[in-house]
């Protein structure tokens, strides 16, 4: 993988780390995050030279239900103070404004660049599974039919937060990578649809 896919696949990881509660990695109790920095930044755990080779006793499925649980259950006690549907609003648009920040834009930036770290970096294979449909140079369509995301917010009976902390955010993303890039998608398996349909598209001048 070259450099700039590693720091693109990077930034989506920590996006997921970022999103949640400090609180949520402070518990010492749990073997392999007791070595924590204290500063509270912890960049250093979602290091792929780290947090792929580290031994922990959880596997991905618990480590997710356990950490969104934290962010579910704060942002559900949030929205007995303020409206809900206002809440997601924000969300969405801080999710949008995160993803535009992490994908630094470079004129010679491709789509097989975009894309290629879901198709081989470990993190997305093991949450994700993807079905290729169209790999062109300037068209890639595939269907996610397995998504640990998805699962975990469905059994937290919180899609609308999944939703608006992750799925919200592909467009963006793409666009700010390269503005040419088109996403298109019509369904989400955190909307309880059978997959979720991504297509981009490196649009011509």
């Avoid at 934290?70 to 103070?81: E, G, I, S, T």
């Avoid at 595939?142 to 467009?171: R, S």
Wanted: proline share 2%; charged share 25%.
């Amino acid at each position: 993988m070259t450099h700039k896919n590693q720091i693109l696949s990077k930034t989506r990881r920590d996006f997921v780390f970022k999103s949640l509660p400090a609180c949520a990695f402070s518990c010492s109790c749990i073997s392999g995050f007791s070595s924590l920095p204290s500063s509270g930044d912890f960049r250093g755990i979602i290091d792929a030279d780290h947090k792929f080779n580290k031994k922990v006793d959880w596997s991905y499925e618990q480590a997710y239900r356990w950490r969104f649980s934290v962010f579910v259950d704060r942002l559900n006690r949030m929205a007995n103070y303020i409206d809900r549907e206002k809440m997601i609003d924000a969300l969405k648009k801080s999710t949008e404004e995160y993803y535009s920040s992490i994908a630094s834009y470079n004129p010679e930036n491709t789509l097989q660049d975009f894309i290629r770290p879901f198709l081989e970096n470990d993190h997305y294979k093991t949450i994700l599974t993807i079905n290729l449909l169209e790999n062109q140079e300037d068209l890639v369509s595939w269907e996610v039919t397995e998504c640990l995301n998805a699962k975990v917010f469905k059994e937290l009976n919180a899609v609308d937060i999944g939703y608006a902390t992750l799925c919200h955010g592909d467009e963006a993303w793409a666009k700010a990578y390269h503005p040419k890039i088109r996403f298109i998608r019509t369904k989400t398996l955190m909307e309880g649809h059978d997959c979720c349909n991504h297509c981009y598209i490196m649009e011509k001048e």
